[in-house]
């Protein structure tokens, strides 16, 4: 399997769904994410459909579970993925009641779902509370402004992991 973001010579072509379908699970997915913020959670909800059918839905989770990973889209993408047995969700929508941020789009990416649909948009998130226009941004701003210092240190050694995984015959492509 391919990297999500490499050029392939094959062209792909996204599940076609009728406008009316798109609403409807969009639909769904602002449903759930209202019922989490009544329920004491944030307000975000999503789902992944495959054929029409729903695989499984996920509600942000990150102060119930203090897991600031747990965001309605990735929930349901771990949720999906153990619903089907497959790290790839291949053929899959992914319907968020708002535009995911950065970790839930580089997440739907790994997952290979093949098409992202959300309602509310990264202005609306920010006008309720939740503005991500610095990770959106971060990306574009040179390394050594960011905030958070990211950077290397050169360790001897620290490729054996990637030359154990390469002679690694029986390894699972990802």
């Given at each position: 399997?391919?990297?999500?973001?490499?050029?392939?010579?094959?062209?792909?072509?996204?599940?076609?769904?009728?406008?009316?379908?798109?609403?409807?699970?969009?639909?769904?997915?602002?449903?759930?994410?209202?019922?989490?913020?009544?329920?004491?959670?944030?307000?975000?909800?999503?789902?992944?459909?495959?054929?029409?059918?729903?695989?499984?839905?996920?509600?942000?989770?990150?102060?119930?579970?203090?897991?600031?990973?747990?965001?309605?889209?990735?929930?349901?993408?771990?949720?999906?993925?153990?619903?089907?047995?497959?790290?790839?969700?291949?053929?899959?929508v992914l319907y968020s009641s708002c535009e995911p941020c950065p970790l839930c789009l580089a997440s739907a990416l790994w997952a290979?779902?093949?098409?992202?649909?959300?309602?509310?948009?990264?202005?609306?998130?920010?006008?309720?509370?939740?503005?991500?226009?610095?990770?959106?941004?971060?990306?574009?701003?040179?390394?050594?402004?960011?905030?958070?210092?990211?950077?290397?240190?050169?360790?001897?050694?620290?490729?054996?992991?990637?030359?154990?995984?390469?002679?690694?015959?029986?390894?699972?492509?990802?």
């Amino acid at each position: 399997m391919s990297h999500p973001l490499k050029h392939e010579s094959v062209k792909h072509e996204p599940p076609e769904h009728e406008p009316l379908e798109h609403e409807d699970f969009l639909q769904q997915a602002v449903d759930l994410a209202a019922a989490n913020v009544a329920a004491g959670g944030g307000p975000f909800g999503a789902l992944v459909v495959r054929g029409g059918e729903v695989l499984a839905t996920g509600q942000n989770r990150v102060t119930r579970d203090l897991d600031p990973t747990a965001h309605a889209e990735v929930v349901a993408i771990r949720a999906a993925c153990r619903e089907v047995g497959d790290f790839s969700l291949a053929g899959c929508v992914l319907y968020s009641s708002c535009e995911p941020c950065p970790l839930c789009l580089a997440s739907a990416l790994w997952a290979r779902v093949d098409r992202v649909a959300y309602a509310a948009d990264r202005d609306d998130a920010a006008r309720g509370g939740f503005d991500d226009r610095a990770f959106y941004d971060l990306f574009d701003t040179p390394r050594e402004r960011w905030a958070t210092p990211v950077s290397g240190v050169s360790l001897a050694g620290s490729f054996a992991p990637f030359d154990a995984w390469l002679a690694k015959a029986d390894r699972t492509h990802y």
